[in-house]
T-cell receptor
Framework: GQQVMQIPQYQHVQEGEDFTTYCNSS?????IQWYKQRPGGHPVFLIQ?????EVKKQKRLTFQFGEAKKNSSLHITATQTTDVGTYFC???????????FGQGTTLQVKP | GAGVSQSPSNKVTEKGKDVELRCDPI?????LYWYRQSLGQGLEFLIY????????KSGLPSDRFSAERTGGSVSTLTIQRTQQEDSAVYLC???????????FGSGTQLSVL
């Protein structure tokens, strides 16, 4: 069945350093979504990418969707303590509305 | 309502008992999803509904788990004969259409003693 793998599982950075998490799917995706879950909270939608090779930016966050629509990445420039949390990618194949989440990357930022 | 509402927020039950978890999606959202999250883990897909139909039930862990949705709105997830390994946070989410961005509820923390 469809699988979505995400690496790394954990990342500890010093405040001001950059951070990247990578997402890979076993199947071609119709779209990929990214969510952030703060400790003790529920996942909150960040962005959706639909087009092959698409790049979107939200302030210090840059999201990319691979040319083959099987991988994606989230890059945070100059991390801040407010970036702490777990970042999940989630993808669905074109023939189903089933949205499969990656295992998540937990980001810790040391002030 | 303003957001996705789940009840109860916490449920403690004894092994072997049945539990029913409720999800009230955002009004007008046609798609509804159930996920399970164990402590420090990712989101495990359980089932999703498009309207009242469940096109994909493949994520339900066993036949002790069932879910239904009525009137294209409220959904209930039922776990029969609960086991300790069922302990987790059960998250519900809804979206305008299947495959679009999800709005999550705050979850039900289930503890099976």
């Amino acid at each position: 069945g469809q699988q979505v793998m995400q690496i790394p599982q954990y990342q500890h950075v010093q405040e001001g350093e950059d951070f990247t998490t990578y997402c890979n799917s076993s199947t071609t995706l119709s779209n990929i979504q990214w969510y952030k879950q703060r400790p003790g909270g529920h996942p909150v939608f960040l962005i959706q990418l639909v087009k092959s090779g698409e790049v979107k930016k939200q302030k210090r966050l840059t999201f990319q969707f691979g040319e083959a629509k099987k991988n994606s990445s989230l890059h945070i420039t100059a991390t801040q303590t407010t970036d702490v949390g777990t970042y999940f990618c989630a993808g669905s194949s074109s023939n189903t509305g089933k949205l499969i989440f990656g295992q998540g990357t937990t980001l810790q930022v040391k002030p | 309502g303003a957001g996705v509402s789940q009840s109860p927020s916490n449920k403690v039950t004894e092994k072997g008992k049945d539990v029913e978890l409720r999800c009230d999606p955002i009004s007008g959202h046609t798609a509804l999803y159930w996920y399970r999250q164990s402590l420090g883990q990712g989101l495990e897909f359980l089932i999703y509904f498009q309207g009242n139909s469940a096109p994909d039930k493949s994520g339900l862990p066993s036949d002790r788990f069932s879910a239904e949705r009525t009137g294209g709105s409220v959904s209930t997830l039922t776990i029969q004969r609960t086991q300790q390994e069922d302990s987790a946070v059960y998250l519900c989410a809804s979206s305008w259409l299947e495959g679009e961005k999800l709005f999550f509820g705050s979850g039900t923390q289930l503890s099976v003693l």
